[in-house]
């Protein structure tokens, strides 16, 4: 199954359940029952939108405002260096446990949405990589229950302003910024996505192959991250954690290639779709808090 969050015509926030060429609108904004796709998570999981498909309205998904993938997320937990060609190019050596950092939701998008240049920086990167959804929380999960925990996987593309991420040896800065952390276009539930190492991401800008690895490359696998984290904290219906980027990023090339208004970004991951967003200048949005 396939489930995706988007915005109506009047920005009113909504989930549903791709059904062709459609959306079974399962819930959304002033819904009683299921006001997002967390809360579907929360109360009901996969089984209940499974059972509330065959009543429920359609709309077309040709023209689908698309929203991210889990707006109203309450931790976005990103892997830093998941992929041994991209640890090399960084000049970093191998880790012996997951680097993890915070990404807000409020600086994510959705599938279509445009990604955002500040106009404090020339540097902003792409990062295409894998996303999981948990769907059961928990703490302490053992690494052997560990994909019982999975709702489903995504696309996104983890924008960085190098420059931000570079001022201090934390990278909250450069990770955070609105607009740029990019997610979608759907949730894929993982009896359809299968063996997550089977599967591999490309990531293209413009036209142009930049990332492709597998992700039986990874050093921490899905089990193993979903184990770490709830070691210490509790992990939460709707918490997502981005798994890391593979080697070809813009900063490492010589000389770098950082995106610019206008580029087209594309992540694409077999057995999901892709995730497709031009970038815009900040001078040509309205950016919540900027006169």
């Known amino acids: ?20 060429d459609e959306v079974a609108v399962l819930g959304g904004d002033g819904d009683a029952r299921w006001g997002s796709l967390r809360a579907l998570l929360e109360r009901g999981g996969i089984a209940a939108a499974e059972a509330a498909i065959a009543g429920a309205p359609r709309v077309p998904l040709a023209g689908l405002h698309y929203a991210p993938v889990i707006p109203d997320t309450d931790m976005i937990f990103c892997v830093g260096l998941n992929y041994a060609k991209h640890i090399a190019e960084m000049g970093r050596e191998m880790p012996q446990y997951a680097a993890l950092f915070p990404r807000t939701g409020r600086s994510q998008i959705g599938h ?6 500040p106009r404090v920086s020339t540097q902003l990167d792409y990062e295409g990589e894998l996303a999981f ?39 909250l800065p450069g990770k955070n910024f609105w607009g740029t952390g990019a997610f979608g276009p759907w949730l894929v539930t993982p009896d359809e996505f299968g063996d997550v190492a089977s599967h591999g991401v490309t990531t293209r800008l413009n036209g142009q192959v930049m990332q492709q690895a597998g992700f039986d490359d990874f050093l921490f696998t899905v089990p193993h991250l979903i184990a770490y984290i709830s070691s210490f904290t509790e992990l939460k219906p709707g918490d997502v954690v981005i798994t890391g980027t593979p080697g070809g990023v813009g900063t490492a090339r010589k000389p770098p290639v950082y995106m610019k208004p206008g ?21 040509d949005v309205t950016v919540p808090g900027v006169a």
């Open 1 to 20: 199954m396939k489930l995706v969050s988007f915005r109506s015509s009047a920005q009113a926030l909504a989930f549903g359940a791709v059904i062709g």
């Open 112 to 117: 279509g949405e445009p990604m955002v240049l």
């Open 133 to 171: 959804v948990i769907g059961t929380g928990g703490r302490y999960i053992r690494e052997e229950d560990a994909l019982s925990h999975v709702a489903g996987y995504s696309c996104y593309n983890d924008g960085s302003l190098r420059d931000f991420q570079r001022h201090t040896h934390q990278f």
């Open 263 to 283: 580029d087209v970004v594309e992540v694409e991951i077999d057995g999901i779709g892709v995730l497709r967003n031009t970038v815009v200048s900040e001078a």
